[in-house]
Structure formats: structure tokens, C-alpha cells
């Protein structure tokens, strides 16, 4: 998603038990919030495979994604995100949600992040990753999620339109599509 200073604003989650809940999106720059349109047809496609999920919402933002799993029935979300003044956000907004303690709010680069949590060995059922754009961190992010991943895990990657992501062995394209800007897709481990 293109996240610019003329896009600072609000998201709202638009299902689930917390639907309609705004939240604020920061004039950061980088932050780019997956746009409502697509957030919503990534729901559908997960909808069957959310109910009691373990959800990783790596370079959290805005929290949209994981926080949206929530709503929808997940078990657990762990957000990490660099930021300290998004974080401070997320942290507030979960406090203020009824059952918003199953929200993990981790402040650390998700890059830094992802051998730490390898070696506590925690599983998940489905991973975000949308990162900065600029940063081109697709690879390296991909490569440090999939120890954390269930067998038969879900994986949500938001790329440019013109970014090429190679996804390891083991993995089949379930979904995807695009914005003008846009393309995501969503990859199924082992099935």
C-alpha cells in the first residue's frame, strides 16, 4: 500500500465483533494502511481458516490486520512494530476493545524480531507481511516468518504492483489480486 503523508487519517475495521472501530493512522511516513476494499476481500478469502487462529501482523502500522483477525474470531494476534508513537496507539486501542488482551503489542524492528522469536519457538497459523515499501524487505521477511508457521499456514504478502516476490518450495498460490498500485496475494503452506 502507498502510504504517504496525504493519506494520514483514519482505518476502520470493517468486520467482526469490533467493526466500524477507526483507527488512527499517524502522518508517518511509510505508513501505509491496506486499503479497506482489500482488507475486506482478504477477509473473505481467510474467513474459514480465522476462528481461533494464532495471527502475526509483522510491521503492524496501523494494526488493521491484526486486529481485524481478532474481530473476526482469532485466537491471538502478536503486532510488532518499530514505531514507539504507533505502538502507544495500538496499545491504547486494544486496551480499549473488549477482549483486546489477546492483542501481543511487541515494539522492535521485525526484521531484528523474527530469529528471537524462532528460538521461543512460536507457532503460527497465519502471517502478514506488508512492509514499507521503500525498504524492499520482502525476502528477507518471508525467510525469517516461515520457521514461525504452522504446516498448513496462511501467508498475506502486499508488495507493489511491479515487485516480484518469490515464494520457497512448499508453498502454493490460494489467491491474489491487485490495485493499481497494489498486489496481494495469499500463499497456503503444505496443502
Keep these: 500500500m502507498s502510504k504517504s503523508k496525504a493519506r494520514a487519517g483514519m482505518v476502520r475495521i470493517v468486520g467482526g465483533r469490533w467493526r466500524g ?9 511509510g505508513l501505509r494502511p491496506s486499503a479497506d476494499r482489500v ?3 482478504l477477509f473473505n478469502w481467510l ?4 476462528p481461533g487462529a494464532r495471527v502475526l501482523d509483522l510491521f ?3 494494526g488493521a490486520l491484526g486486529l481485524e483477525s481478532i474481530s473476526r474470531g482469532a485466537s491471538s494476534a502478536t503486532l510488532v512494530e518499530r514505531d514507539a508513537h504507533l505502538v502507544l496507539g495500538l496499545r491504547d486501542v486494544a486496551g480499549r476493545l473488549e477482549g483486546g488482551q489477546t492483542a501481543e503489542i511487541i515494539q522492535d524492528d521485525a526484521l531484528a524480531w523474527l530469529p528471537r522469536a524462532a528460538s521461543e519457538a512460536r507457532r503460527y497459523d497465519i502471517a502478514y507481511i506488508d512492509p514499507p515499501f521503500a525498504g524492499n524487505l520482502w525476502a528477507d521477511a518471508i525467510a525469517g516468518v516461515l520457521p514461525l ?3 498448513d499456514a496462511w501467508l498475506y504478502v502486499e ?3 511491479s515487485a516480484a516476490i518469490a515464494m520457497p518450495a512448499g508453498w502454493r498460490l490460494h489467491r491474489e489480486g ?3 498500485e497494489v498486489a496481494y496475494r495469499l500463499w497456503r503452506r503444505g496443502i
Excluded at 21 to 29: E, K, N, Q, S
Excluded at 47 to 50: D, G, I, R, T, V
Design 149 to 151: 508457521m504452522a504446516d
Design 159 to 161: 508488495a507493489p504492483v
Design 47 to 50: 474467513m474459514p481458516a480465522l
Design 39 to 41: 482488507r475486506e476481500t
Design 60 to 62: 503492524a502500522g496501523s
Design 21 to 29: 472501530t477507526r483507527l488512527v493512522v499517524p502522518d508517518i511516513d
Design 178 to 180: 491487485s490495485t493499481r
